[in-house]
């Protein structure tokens, strides 16, 4: 009798850590879930960034734009859709990597901080994860969004930052201490988060909270 593969979206947000997703976090989550012989697709929305940062000095660059679907193909090497086009149930679970464009193109969360909105395309992907019960993985400030995908009361972590922590309770959501190389349990919305980059000092700091929020996510399935 052949075993089904776990089928697992993952959502994406452009290319490169201050104006995207981060790249470490993705490529890391990718390579978990592809040890763990899950089937993966990959997603982002198809609009402009917020704006474009030049990551070697870390000034925005005025004037200039860029699309997050196409910036996030970079990172998968094309293959990649428009989050508009994806349906959950296709998939057994849901995982969204780090980075500002979490907060700058999935959300607005870095600018309206508890005010935030999400993205429509995302927010009706994500949320119909949840109205399944179907498990959800969100690393670094992705988990800035738990409360507008799981609804108020989701608990979350981005680590131990109390400014971070603050917004997020302000979201409706209610934020959990954690340590980078581990994750947070939100048993009753089926719900992974872990802070990486927003604690991490090494790359392997990182890996090792991932690859503990990708295990999971993949147990709940």
Do not use: W
Request: hydrophobic share 45%; net charge negative.
């Amino acid at each position: 009798m052949k075993v089904m593969s776990k089928k697992v979206a993952v959502v994406l947000s452009g290319c490169g850590v201050f104006d995207g997703a981060e790249i470490y976090e993705s490529v890391l989550t990718l390579l978990r879930l592809a040890e763990s012989g899950a089937e993966v697709s990959v997603f982002a929305p198809n609009i402009p960034q917020m704006h474009v940062v030049n990551h070697l000095t870390g000034e925005v660059i005025e004037g200039e734009t860029r699309n997050v679907l196409t910036e996030a193909a970079r990172v998968v090497r094309g293959e990649i859709s428009d989050v508009a086009s994806a349906k959950a149930d296709e998939f057994d679970a849901l995982v969204v990597p780090g980075g500002f464009g979490a907060a700058k193109n999935l959300s607005d969360f870095a600018v309206k901080g508890g005010d935030l909105t999400v993205n429509e395309d995302f927010l009706a992907f994500a949320k119909a994860f949840h109205s399944a019960q179907k498990p959800i993985g969100l690393i670094c400030i992705a988990p800035a969004m738990a409360a507008k995908i799981c609804g108020e009361g989701a608990q979350c972590t981005i680590g131990n930052d109390a400014d971070t922590a603050a917004a997020i309770n302000a979201t409706g959501a209610q934020h959990c201490d954690c340590l980078v190389t581990e994750f947070h349990f939100d048993e009753t919305n089926k719900l992974v988060t872990t802070p990486a980059y927003m604690l991490a000092g090494s790359i392997t700091e990182a890996a090792t909270g991932i690859n503990k929020l990708v295990d999971k996510v993949l147990s709940l399935v």
